[in-house]
């Protein structure tokens, strides 16, 4: 069983509300369930949707077919009309004015069962829910449990009413609805789920922080990155966490850095556009060895771009940023569950190698929800790095030369050391040189940490067989799309995998260059229009890929697209 | 207590002969001591200028940042261990700027950091370019004549005071008692502090000279200035003529940036371990 559910209609309309009951439902019953949010930059108005897939089996990405569709506007019942499966049903408010009736169509009183049952048309959510589950036969007594848990905190009366509206929906939706949608769920066996977050990247991330002793964030809000600042900031005063809404990003940086070398974990947040402001602060981090933790959701650029939409199109922009040279660590999590590793590694990486190390994400993986296991917090280790012996040291050097190029950290504050930092080529006591041997030292003791760091990252996966005529080279959030494409077209006889990466950068390459060797064809599949990725690949190793599959209008590719475009390459 | 010698730079200073900021350097070392408080609890914060070298040359705790940067980067060291003392060195171009967004937000906060302008209406480090804060008619090689720099200088003490900042004042590099009580009260003060000092370049600006200064600078404190009154600082902000105001210009007690804040009662953030009991309990109850 696997079918997916759209909620659609205005921004404002309470979109969200619908589709995170309907997923909830499903959540709670054991299934699995993958939800997509595509919405636009605008607070009312427009068309926005919520995509809920919904399984018996694990599920890794959105698919591009809908089974059943609740439309809260006309345009939400043309939208998504063409996407619609045989035998799937769009349910829409009877107050729609809309001529073009199919049998595919079923046209009820939501608002007004919601009023005159419920006393509120705030709950047409749950005349919805009530009318959608009805026509897929679900049983109620599941629906009721689903409303119980989520209206629980607001008292027994909202409860009641709720649970009143979706039953009069559902009821009649029996009675009336003649057609036969192509999904019957009358006789799930599925038990109710325990231990199971239903979360998105975003919140993930922001989790994994905290997990990781994150005592400083500050940020300025810029979609999609957003949500992890707030996460954060709702936690502050439960956690003790220091948080501050910046000025702009540049602030929001440097107060990190601030935070960073007063002893601090700090983390920043943003998207492509605030990140470019941060550069020149990227610099100061590298130059003056302050561990510091950047977020960039990216989203279509340049500038503006479309601000509410998925692309991958920063890796080069990140992996090159601010002038000179020097160490940096880019990590690419494919899902919330490697979100919440990635994040506690990220923090350990950058106290350990005393470098920036920045997380990839995008909007698709930072919205995009699915049920996961529950994450054990108190497991998660925390490695400080190279600290100073406590106790007064009046040699103490910030920037001792040593074999692996770090040095131990001291605070300032710390007693009887003082603690010298400059962004300019300084000496190991921190103060300026213009040395040219002191000069190469410092280069050096920089570019020393990168073989520790590769040693330290986790090598890519191979996904499918571990030798394929073709391998599809992936890396971030188009991970699960191309693992079900893989899955698929092995199915179908195919001799197809996937090497997927998410520690991206500085590139490990021995996997890489095994697979080069021994696949017949290299096909880069990436978000982006110029396969930044691949080109990384070939910088580093000098390798290139036979194909490249790429796509930019924003919106996630699914695996059926992935596998139209080998198809129509003539490729499979 | 801190000792001279204690403070004796690691660095040779470079700047030139005469220049205001040995002023302000003195100064500053005879506050240090003053404030009687731990050498390594104070923390100095520059941006990038003549002006930001100053850390380098005591030997105090440092960062020297970015041009413009240096208050973001001290509110987060302030903020994470609200023990530190933070001073910012800073020069016009730099604070008032590249940084100037900072300065007025900072004010706005009342974070508590005591800001030190080396003003010297000049970019001197880069060779003498008209800064935000030069004279209308400043003559550069970015600044031809007719008619020289085409706008008027920024005005640091009437923006910190409209900002927001509650302690204000102007204190002049050739007055080395009254700058010490003012870098002394601006550290001890308990929110944004701000001390514009006057600060001759001698070897760009020709008309804010020693000589110009020393005509026209009188203390605010000897004619009896009131300091609470926010309307009349901002009056005397504006008086920069045959006479200019030195000293304090505005004070004031509010709730500083810090106590807004999810700051621990009893520790530090940078010592402070999260609870992840707590946390867990949270990860819980996303649970379905
Ligand atoms: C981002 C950036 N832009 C420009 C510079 C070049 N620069 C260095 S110092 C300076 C001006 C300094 O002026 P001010 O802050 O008044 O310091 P002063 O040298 O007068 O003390 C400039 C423009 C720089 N270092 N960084
Ligand atoms: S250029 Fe001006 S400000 Fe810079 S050191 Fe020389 S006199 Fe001082
Ligand atoms: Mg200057």
Not at chain 1, 20 to 32: A, E, M, N, P, R
Not at chain 2, 51 to 61: D, F, G, V
Not at chain 2, 74 to 94: E, F, M, Q, R, S
Request: overall charge neutral; proline content about 5%; aromatic content about 8%.
């Amino acid at each position: 069983m696997d079918f997916t559910i759209n909620t659609g209609g205005q921004a404002g309309q309470g979109i969200d509300t619908i589709g995170d009951l309907i997923s909830q439902v499903f959540v709670k019953t054991g299934f699995y369930v993958h939800v997509l949010k595509d919405f636009e930059s605008r607070i009312r108005g427009g068309y926005n949707s919520n995509q809920i897939r919904v399984s018996d089996s694990p599920v890794y990405a959105a698919s591009d077919k809908v089974d059943l569709i609740i439309a809260m506007t006309k345009d939400a019942i043309v939208e998504q009309r063409s996407r619609l499966t045989e035998g799937g049903v769009i349910i829409f408010d009877e107050g729609i004015e809309f001529d073009e009736l199919e049998s595919c169509h079923l046209s009820t009183p939501l608002e007004k069962t919601a009023k005159e049952v419920g006393g509120s048309t705030r709950m047409t959510n749950a005349a919805a829910l009530g009318a959608a589950l009805a026509v897929l036969q679900f049983p109620f007594k599941l629906v009721e449990n689903a409303l119980t848990d989520k209206f629980e905190r607001k008292g027994k009366k909202v409860v009641a009413s709720n649970v009143a509206v979706a039953k009069a929906l559902y009821d009649l939706t029996t009675e009336q609805f003649s057609g036969t949608c192509s999904q019957n769920l009358s006789s799930i066996k599925k038990g109710p789920s325990k231990d199971l977050l239903f979360i998105n990247g975003n919140r993930a991330l922001a989790l994994g922080a905290m997990a990781s002793n994150l005592k400083w964030i500050s940020a300025y809000p810029m979609s999609p990155s957003t949500q992890v600042f707030q996460d954060i900031v709702s936690q502050a005063y439960k956690l003790n966490i220091g948080t501050l809404q910046a000025e702009d990003e540049l602030s929001a940086i440097t107060m990190g850095l601030g935070a960073s070398f007063a002893g601090a974990r700090a983390f920043v947040t943003t998207s492509g556009g605030g990140f470019s402001l941060m550069v020149e602060a990227l610099g100061l981090a590298a130059i003056t060895e302050t561990p510091i933790v950047i977020y960039n959701a990216q989203r279509p650029g340049p500038a503006t771009g479309l601000p509410t939409r998925t692309e991958q199109s920063d890796l080069l922009f990140m992996a090159h940023a601010s002038q000179g040279e020097f160490p940096r660590i880019l990590l690419a999590p494919k899902d919330p569950v490697e979100g919440f590793e990635v994040a506690t590694r990220a923090f350990n990486l950058a106290d350990k190698f005393q470098v920036p190390v920045m997380i990839l994400g995008d909007q698709y993986y930072a919205d995009s929800m699915m049920n996961i296991p529950r994450f054990d917090v108190t497991g998660v280790s925390m490695d400080r790095g190279l600290i100073a012996a406590d106790g007064p040291d009046p040699e103490y050097l910030r920037y001792k030369l040593t074999k692996d190029g770090v040095s131990p950290r001291a605070f300032p504050g710390d007693a009887g050391k003082t603690v010298v930092h400059s962004g300019n080529v300084h000496l190991e006591s921190g103060h300026i040189t213009e040395n040219p041997d002191l000069r190469n030292a410092m280069v050096e003791k920089l570019m020393k940490k990168v073989p520790h760091i590769l040693k330290t990252l986790n090598p890519p996966t191979i996904y499918g067989t571990k030798i394929a005529d073709i391998t599809l080279l992936t890396w971030g959030s188009t991970w699960g799309s191309v693992y079900e494409a893989v899955n698929l077209l092995n199915a179908e006889g195919v001799s197809i995998n996937q090497l997927h990466f998410c520690d991206v950068y500085p590139l490990r390459t021995s996997t890489l260059k095994t697979v080069f060797k021994k696949a017949k064809k290299i096909v880069a599949v990436e978000q982006n229009a110029t396969s930044q990725f691949a080109r990384l690949v070939r910088m580093e190793t000098g390798l290139g890929v036979d194909y490249h599959i790429n796509k930019y209008d924003g919106r996630q590719m699914t695996a059926r697209w992935v596998m139209t475009q080998l198809k129509e390459a003539g490729m499979v | 207590m801190i000792t001279v010698e204690e403070l004796e730079g690691k660095q040779a200073i470079t700047w030139c002969t005469g220049c205001g900021n040995f002023g302000i350097l003195a100064a500053l070392k005879k506050a240090v001591i003053e404030l009687g408080v731990p050498r390594h609890e104070i923390l100095l914060v520059s941006g990038i200028g003549c002006s930001s070298k100053a850390p380098h040359y005591i030997n105090l705790n440092m960062f020297h940042t970015l041009h413009g940067r240096a208050i973001p980067v001290a509110t987060g060291a302030h903020l994470v261990n609200p023990d530190l003392k933070v001073i910012v060195n800073t020069g016009d171009g730099d604070g008032l700027g590249e940084g100037f967004s900072h300065y007025i937000h900072a004010a706005r906060r009342n974070v508590n950091l005591a800001v030190f302008i080396h003003n010297n209406g000049v970019m001197g480090l880069t060779k003498g370019q008209f800064s935000p804060a030069a004279q209308r008619g400043y003559v550069s090689n970015t600044s031809p004549p007719p008619p020289g720099a085409p706008m008027w200088p920024i005005n640091p003490v009437a923006l910190a005071i409209a900002g927001g900042a509650t302690y204000v004042a102007r204190g002049f590099s050739g007055n080395q008692k009254d700058l010490v009580t003012l870098m002394v009260e601006a550290v001890q003060h308990r929110g944004f502090a701000v001390v514009d000092i006057l600060q001759p370049c001698v070897t760009w600006n020709r008309k804010l000279t020693w000589k110009f200064y020393n005509e026209r600078a009188y203390s605010l404190q000897e004619e009896g200035h009131d300091t609470t009154n926010k309307m009349l600082a901002l009056e005397k902000s504006f008086e920069f003529g045959d006479r200019i105001p030195v000293g304090l210009f505005y004070r004031s007690e509010l709730p500083d940036l810090a106590s807004g804040l999810a700051l621990p009662k009893d520790s530090r953030l940078r010592d402070h371990e999260t609870d992840r009991a707590l946390l867990q309990q949270v990860v819980n109850d996303l649970t379905l």
